[in-house]
Structures are given as structure tokens and as C-alpha cells.
């Protein structure tokens, strides 16, 4: 699906545009993203990094993965919100949390990953497959 996405963060100082591709869209129940997220799981998007423009700063917070890539959670450093993750691994992809958009009704799940991880609290959609490994 090709389309032009917007959105950004909770007090308006990031703001993104992706045009291009979506490559993938998930929900990801990782310790990782639940941390990042401060909730059950990380429901993003795949797009390519060169097809995103982001106005305004992301910092990052640095930690590896279970396979030791190192990951980067983005997040505005004003209000806080959750915005991105990448990873090493995939240097030309960035992940967009769906929230973040301006219209997140937008937002379907393709698969979920990590399901073993997810909290009791908050189980993996029954109707999504899990992603092979």
C-alpha cells in the first residue's frame, strides 16, 4: 500500500511525513516494547527510512536486542510520547508507532511477533497470525 502518512507527537513538536511503502505492520509483544512503550505491546509500522521526513528532534534511547543487535527507541524529548524504533539490523527501515499518526484508524496489523513474551493482561490478537521465525 503506498500512501502519505502524518502524524507526530502528543505536544506537537515532532511531526512526521512518510510517503512510500508500507512495508509491514504488526504488533509486537517484546519485553523491549513494553517498556518502551509502558504498555502490553508496540503496534508500528514499517516504512523506509529514506521515505520519512521528521520535523522537529527525536532522541533515542540505545539497548540490544535478545540477539545482541543494538535497538533505538525515539521519543520527543519534550512531551515524552513514543515515536520510532530501529535496529541495527535493518539500518534502511524505521518502525512508527501507530498511535503516533494523526488518523490512527488507519492502522491494521498484519501479524504479531514476540507472543510468548505478552503479558496476561494483554494478549496478542487471537485473529493475527503469528510471524514465522
Known sequence: MTEQLT?????????????????????CHCRKCQ?????????AFAVATNQVQFQGEIREYKASSDNGAATYSGFCPTCGSPLTSRTERFPDRIYIHAATLDDPSRFSPAFTVFEEAAQPWDPPMKELEAAPR
Open 7 to 27: 502524524g507526530g507527537c502528543a505536544c506537537g513538536e515532532v511531526r512526521y511525513e512518510a510517503d512510500g511503502e508500507i512495508e509491514f505492520s504488526f504488533n
Open 35 to 43: 517498556q518502551a512503550t509502558g504498555t502490553g505491546h508496540s503496534s
